[in-house]
C-alpha cells in the first residue's frame, strides 16, 4: 500500500484525489500556485507546498517543482488527475527515476496511446473495431488514393503528431482530396516538425461511448460505458451510465473489445477506452484511449458501487485487481452535468470571481464533487470546471427527475455558471428520450442558448 | 497621456503565439480598435482592443504576467 501521496493537480480532482487517499489512510500531500493559497485541496490535505506562479507552465506543469515538493516531503507516489502532467509520459518516466510510484499506466502505455497511429494500430491489433481508414501512416498520395477505395468521402486527413482537433482537413470529394493531402502534409510538416499523415472515414452523426476500464498491468475488466453525446466544442457537458442507445449484445462486445485492448498494452490503473457509435448500424469504432481518470468517473462509480480513484492506489501500491469481471453490475443509471463558471447566454463566456454564497444539493441519490466553498474566489488562470453534480436513480427517466430536482436546489452566488442550461436540457423532449449526437447540442444552442439566464431566485 | 486597461482578469500575452511577434512594440503609435494583447481567462483568449488613440505605447504589463480587471495594461501619449 502506498503511504505517502502527493496530488499533482488542483480543483475538484484534487479535492477528490486527496479525499480518497485519506480513506485508504495514505498521507497526502497537495501542490499549489500563488493563485491557489486559499484552494480547498490545500485546506483538506495533510501539506501543502507552493509551486509557482499562477501560469500552469510555472506550476501544475512544473515537473522538478513537482518532483522537488514529492521528494522533500518524503512521498512515496504521486497521482496526476486528469489534464496537467496525466498524460505526459516523460513525468511518468521522470517519477519512476526519482523513485516516486506514478498513480498511473507505465510511460510507454501513455507513449503508445499518445501516438495516434500507434494506438489505431494498437487497438486494430487487439480485434478492436476502428474507424475506417489507413492502418498507419500513408506513404504518399498513390497510397492515400486507395485508402479512399474503405472510406469514401467524405475523408478526414489527419495529422499522425497533431491532435485535440489540430491538423485535421476534411474532403468531400476527389478533387478536393487531391488539393488538401499535399496541403495537410505540408502544414503538418509545418506545425508539428512531422509530416505524417494517416485518413479516417467521416463518420456524421454518432454517438460518444466511452468504456472505462481497470488494470493491474496483467489483467483487465471493464466497468460498463459512459454515453458522453451531449458535448459543445468537443468538449463533454453531460455524461451518463449506462448508454440507453446499446442493445444489450453490443454493449457486450463493446465492452469486451475496450478489455482487450486493455490486456494488449498491458494496462495498470483506471483508463477509458473512446468510441463512436453508429445507431443505424449498430457498429462502434475506436477513436482513442484516455490513460487517466476522466473528469466523468463518478456516473461510473454510482451505477457500479465501485470508487475508481481508490482502486488506482491499491493497484499503484502494488496489489492485484481486487475485482473479477463477473463482481461488476450495473445498478441503475446515473447523469453528471459540468456546472462550469461560464455564461450560457453569453456564448459561454469564462466568468470567474468570488463565491458570495452557496447552497449545496443533498438528498438520496445526490452527489456533489466540487472545490467550492462561499468566499472562495474562482482564479482566472485555470479551466472553469466549479462542480460536478452527479445523480443516481433506478431509471433515466427517474434520474433527469432527480436533477433538475438537486439543480433546483444548487445555488453558486456570485458567479454565471451553466446551471440554466442544465434546467433547460433536463426539460428538453429530445434528451428525455435520447435522441441526441456528438453534434446535437451546438445545433440546439443555436436556437436556445439566448434563453439561458438564470432564474429569478425566489 | 492615455492608459489602456485590461478587461477582464486572467493572463496577459503581448502576442498571438509564442514564436510571433507583438502586437505592439514599445514606442509604437496606437489606434482606436487596435488590439494590444490578449488575456486568457479559464483558457480561453480575448483580444484586448485599444480604446484611446495615441503614440509612443509603453507597457506596464509584461508578457504572460497575470492581470485583474482594471489593471493597467500599457500608457500611451
Known amino acids: 500500500m502506498l503511504r505517502k501521496l502527493l496530488v499533482a493537480n488542483r480543483g475538484e480532482i484534487a479535492v477528490r484525489v486527496i479525499r480518497a487517499a485519506r480513506d485508504l489512510g495514505i498521507a497526502t500531500v497537495a501542490v499549489h500556485s ?13 501539506e501543502a507546498v507552493h509551486i509557482g506562479p499562477p501560469a500552469a507552465k510555472k506550476s501544475y506543469l512544473n515537473v522538478a517543482s513537482i518532483l522537488k515538493a514529492a521528494t522533500d516531503t518524503g512521498c512515496d507516489s504521486v497521482h496526476p488527475g486528469y489534464g496537467f502532467l496525466a498524460e505526459n509520459a516523460g513525468f511518468a518516466d521522470a517519477c519512476a527515476a526519482a523513485g516516486l510510484v506514478f498513480v498511473g499506466p507505465s510511460g510507454d502505455a501513455i507513449r503508445t496511446m499518445g501516438d495516434k497511429v500507434a494506438a489505431r494500430s494498437a487497438a486494430h491489433a487487439a480485434g ?60 503538418a510538416l509545418a506545425a508539428f516538425g512531422d509530416g505524417g499523415l494517416y485518413m ?25 460505458e459512459r454515453e458522453c453525446s451531449l458535448q459543445r466544442r ?38 477509458t477506452v473512446e468510441y463512436l457509435f453508429d445507431d443505424e448500424s449498430s457498429r462502434f469504432y475506436f477513436i482513442e484511449m484516455n490513460t487517466r481518470i476522466q473528469v466523468e468517473h463518478p456516473v461510473t462509480e454510482m451505477i457500479t458501487g465501485i470508487d475508481l480513484v481508490a482502486e488506482m492506489l491499491r493497484i499503484a501500491g502494488g496489489e492485484p485487481l481486487r475485482l473479477r469481471q463477473s463482481d461488476i453490475a450495473v445498478r441503475g443509471h446515473a447523469i453528471e452535468v459540468r456546472l462550469n463558471a461560464e455564461d450560457p447566454s453569453r ?30 474566489t474562482v482564479p482566472p488562470f485555470y479551466d472553469s470546471l466549479l462542480a460536478k453534480l452527479v445523480v443516481h436513480a433506478e431509471t433515466r427517466e427517474a434520474a ?29 423532449p429530445a434528451v428525455q428520450a435520447n435522441a441526441v449526437h456528438t453534434r446535437w447540442l451546438e445545433g440546439w444552442l443555436e436556437t436556445h442558448a439566448a434563453r439561458l439566464v438564470p432564474e429569478p431566485e425566489p | 497621456m492615455a492608459q489602456i486597461h485590461s478587461p477582464l482578469p486572467g493572463t496577459f500575452y503581448r502576442a498571438s503565439a509564442p514564436d510571433k511577434p507583438p502586437f505592439k512594440a514599445d514606442g509604437d503609435a496606437v489606434a482606436v480598435g487596435d488590439v494590444i494583447g490578449l488575456i486568457e481567462v479559464m483558457k480561453s483568449f480575448h483580444e484586448v482592443k485599444s480604446e484611446v488613440a495615441g503614440t509612443n505605447i509603453r507597457f506596464e504589463t509584461d508578457n504572460e504576467e497575470p492581470v485583474m480587471a482594471g489593471a493597467v495594461l500599457a500608457q500611451v501619449d
Open chain 1, 234 to 271: 468537443r468538449q463533454k457537458v453531460w455524461e451518463e451510465a449506462p448508454s440507453r442507445a446499446l442493445p444489450g449484445r453490443v454493449r457486450d462486445e463493446l465492452c469486451s473489445s475496450a478489455v482487450r485492448l486493455a490486456r494488449a498494452v498491458g494496462y495498470s490503473g483506471a483508463g
Open chain 1, 34 to 46: 500563488d493563485a491557489d493559497r486559499d484552494s480547498l485541496h490545500v485546506q483538506i490535505a495533510g
Open chain 1, 347 to 376: 456564448d459561454f463566456a469564462p466568468f470567474p470571481g468570488t463565491v458570495t454564497a452557496l447552497r449545496v444539493p443533498g438528498g438520496p441519490g445526490v452527489r456533489f464533487d466540487s472545490m467550492l466553498y462561499a468566499g472562495y
Open chain 1, 128 to 187: 478492436v473495431p476502428v474507424v475506417p481508414g489507413s492502418l498507419g501512416r500513408v506513404a504518399g498520395i498513390d497510397a492515400a488514393r486507395h485508402v479512399l477505395i474503405d472510406t469514401g468521402f467524405p475523408v478526414m486527413i489527419k495529422a499522425a503528431a497533431g491532435g485535440g482537433g489540430r491538423g485535421i482537413r476534411i474532403a468531400n470529394d476527389l478533387a478536393g482530396f487531391e488539393a488538401a493531402f499535399p496541403q495537410a502534409a505540408a502544414e
Open chain 1, 400 to 428: 433527469i427527475t432527480r436533477l433538475v430536482r438537486a439543480l433546483s436546489e444548487t445555488r453558486i452566488e456570485g458567479l454565471r455558471t451553466t446551471k440554466p442550461l442544465f434546467l433547460a436540457l433536463a426539460g428538453d
Open chain 1, 200 to 224: 479516417e472515414k467521416v463518420i456524421a452523426r454518432a454517438r460518444h461511448i466511452e468504456v472505462q476500464v481497470l488494470g493491474d498491468g496483467r489483467d483487465a475488466v471493464h466497468c460498463f
